[in-house]
Structure formats: C-alpha cells, structure tokens
C-alpha cells in the first residue's frame, strides 16, 4: 500500500536493479538520480563482492596461523593473499609491496628450518599486514569497495524500500 506522501512511480536506483521491467514499463534511465550513470553491471558486483569475500576469508586464515607452532605453509599462504590483493578493482596495490618486500625473508625462513617457525618481527608485520586488509574488505566506504559503492547503494535503498 502506498501512502499519499509517496510521489508514483520508481525510486531512484530500482531501474538498474531491475532494467528489464524498466524497459517494458518505458521507464528512461535518464530519469533517475545521476549517481548511478557509473554504476556496474550487477555481474561486476557481484563478483567484485566474491574478490572482497576471498581477500577477507585469506586474511582472517593467515591471521588464525600466526598462532600456531608450524609455519610451514605461511610463505604459500601469503602468496595465496598476495594473489587476492592483485585484483584490480581492489585498489590494494601498496598491500601488494609491502608482500613483495617480506616474501623472500618468509618464504627462506620457512624453508631451511625442520619445523618452521616465523620470527616474532614476521608474525607482527603479518599480523599488522592481515589486521588492515580485513578491515579494508569489511568497510563499505573504503578504496576497495568503492568500485561497487553504486550497488551498495542501490541495496541499501531497496532495503528501505521493503522494510518502508
């Protein structure tokens, strides 16, 4: 039921969520707020949404291993992370410098020891490394979501939209 207040019509955002109906209803996207003239295609977010997802998950692991007594894959693992990082739309390259700086040290490090253990030094760079690129992945206003901050956006108001 729509209120008197309501002016008819789509809300700003719901053509691009929905630009099928859009086009049968003849409803012109030039209509709509501006903002979403750079918006994404829906693929593109969610895939984007995937990339954020795997940075985090790789970052909350190696997080999780800093702690345990063999580091014997921690150089693979950073790797892994180096890897998630590289993905354009992320905006992540000085994560990716800072790796390319401590990776050798990680890696022969791991390599020559029977059980490998990282030095107290690599465990706090690591913990520091994987403490920020968590909490970039998670803030929806930083650098590497600002690539999909339009469906973001468009999200959020739809959500109003039901709950309205």
């Not at 996207?29 to 750079?38: I, K, M, T």
């Not at 700086?101 to 690599?122: W, Y």
């Not at 994987?130 to 956006?153: K, N």
């Amino acid at each position: 039921v729509r209120s008197n207040s309501q002016p008819p019509g789509p809300k700003p955002g719901m053509v691009h969520m929905y630009p099928n109906v859009a086009r049968r209803l003849q409803i012109s996207v030039s209509d709509q707020s501006q903002h979403w003239d750079s918006m994404i295609s829906f693929k593109e977010y969610v895939n984007h949404m995937a990339q954020l997802q795997q940075t985090l998950s790789m970052a909350q692991q190696l997080s999780a291993d800093i702690n345990s007594e063999n580091h014997k894959y921690m150089a693979h693992q950073v790797a892994l992370l180096y890897q998630c990082i590289s993905y354009p739309n992320l905006k992540m390259s000085d994560y990716k410098k800072t790796i390319e700086e401590h990776f050798n040290e990680i890696k022969n490090h791991t390599e020559k020891a029977t059980i490998p253990q990282l030095t107290d030094e690599q465990k706090m760079w690591l913990s520091d490394l994987t403490e920020e690129v968590a909490t970039l992945t998670t803030d929806l206003t930083a650098p590497p979501s600002r690539h999909a901050y339009s469906w973001i956006l468009a999200m959020a108001q739809h959500h109003d939209l039901v709950q309205g």
